[in-house]
Structure formats: C-alpha cells, structure tokens
T-cell receptor, first 114, second 111 residues
Framework: GAGVSQSPRYKVAKRGQDVALRCDPI?????LFWYQQALGQGPEFLTY????????KSGLPSDRFFAERPEGSVSTLKIQRTQQEDSAVYLC????????????FGDGTRLSIL | KNEVEQSPQNLTAQEGEFITINCSYS?????LHWLQQHPGGGIVSLFM???GKKKHGRLIATINIQEKHSSLHITASHPRDSAVYIC?????????????FGKGTHLIIQP
C-alpha cells in the first residue's frame, strides 16, 4: 500500500516479556517518528530518525525502550522487560524530507501488558 | 519543550453549525499541524501552516504567529466530522522535530 504500515495491529504480552513493533514508512520518506499514545491522551514524542540516523531519542521513557532503522527504511521499536504502564498505542509517522513537512501516520500498534 | 493547549476539550453541536477549535502554544514555531483522529483509527493530517490561513473544503485553519495561537473552523458541520481534532507543533519549535500534541478536542456533530 501507499501509506505507513505498522505491525502487529494488536499485541498482548505478559509483564516482563520483550516486544518488538514494526513500522514500514512510505517508500522514500527520509524522516520517521515514533509516538506513544496513552488512553484518552494525545500522542507523546518518543524518537526521530533521519534515514538510518537516530537524531533524537529524548522522548524514550526509559532505557528499556530501544528503536532502530538500520537501512533507513523499516524501523523497529523494542521494549524490554515490559511493564503495565507501557500499555498504549504506539504510532509511527513518516515524512518526505527534513524540516516542515506533513507527517503521515500509521494506524498504530495497540500494546496491552497484562 | 513546547506546551500546547487546546479548547474546548469536548464539543457537541448540531448538524450545520459553525465549529471553532482553538490552540495555543508556548514556544515560537516554524509550523503548526492540525490532525484528525477517528475512534480506533489512525491520525490524518489536515493542515500544516506557518502563517495566515488555509482552506480545504469545509475546513479552515488560521494562525497568528505573534500571539502563538491557531484556530480550526468547520463550516456547515456534518455528523461525519465527528472525531478528535488535535493541534501539534514541533517539539522544540524548529523544523526537524518530532511533534508535541495538544490533548485533542472531542467533537460530536448530532444530526
């Protein structure tokens, strides 16, 4: 498809497990963003990639959160030793280039930690 | 970090009414985004603007950079406009940033 694709759409894990969330941005998009949206709240910035370079990871809530984009296209957000407060929708967005650009959002991965 | 405030938080209106949603932010910015999110759905970008006014169909967005304020208007509102409308600005004001978001305005248009 032409849009940002995220998988899985839903993920249920037990507390303490590791999870990996995938984002396929629009082909050719340079910038890629990860956001976390708790229930009833607006999204919160997690991290930003320009091609394969992670230029900003100031929003990652702890060192249990790790993101990568090794070839400058697909990105993976990994959460280690999950906790209940990690339950949220994780949104990925991409934009064509650097600077002021519209961001195109995926449908998100809804993560539930039991 | 930029702080974003939206009002109202919730808005219920009758079909056909003129709708206004307001957004203010704390740090000077290069551009402001208006986004739409349907329940259980993804986020769609409606506008990105850095000055003046933009119009797309029944939607109009305005921004006053000096006052750090933007408004989103919907003319001739329709039940299909029911959604959450979110204002977002660059995290630290610049262009190569992730976004920081307002809490959103929950809009319900009744037939």
């Amino acid at each position: 498809g032409a849009g940002v694709s995220q998988s899985p759409r839903y993920k249920v894990a037990k507390r303490g497990q590791d999870v990996a969330l995938r984002c396929d941005p629009i082909s050719g998009h340079v910038s890629l963003f990860w956001y976390q949206q708790a229930l009833g709240q607006g999204p919160e910035f997690l991290t930003y990639f320009q091609n394969e370079a992670q230029l900003d990871k100031s929003g990652l809530p702890s060192d249990r959160f790790f993101a990568e984009r090794p070839e400058g296209s697909v990105s993976t957000l990994k959460i280690q030793r999950t906790q209940q407060e990690d339950s949220a929708v994780y949104l990925c967005a991409s934009s064509l280039s650097v600077g002021n650009q519209p961001q195109h959002f995926g449908d998100g991965t809804r993560l539930s930690i039991l | 970090k930029n702080e974003v405030e939206q009002s109202p938080q919730n808005l219920t209106a009758q079909e056909g009414e003129f709708i206004t949603i307001n957004c203010s932010y704390s740090v000077g910015i290069s551009a402001l985004h208006w986004l739409q999110q349907h329940p259980g759905g993804g986020i769609v970008s409606l506008f990105m603007l850095s000055s003046g006014k933009k119009k797309h169909g029944r939607l109009i967005a305005t921004i006053n950079i000096q006052e750090k304020h933007s408004s989103l208007h919907i003319t001739a509102s329709h039940p299909r406009d029911s959604a959450v409308y979110i204002c977002a600005v660059p995290y630290s004001g610049g262009g190569a940033d992730g976004l920081t978001f307002g809490k959103g305005t929950h809009l319900i248009i009744q037939p």
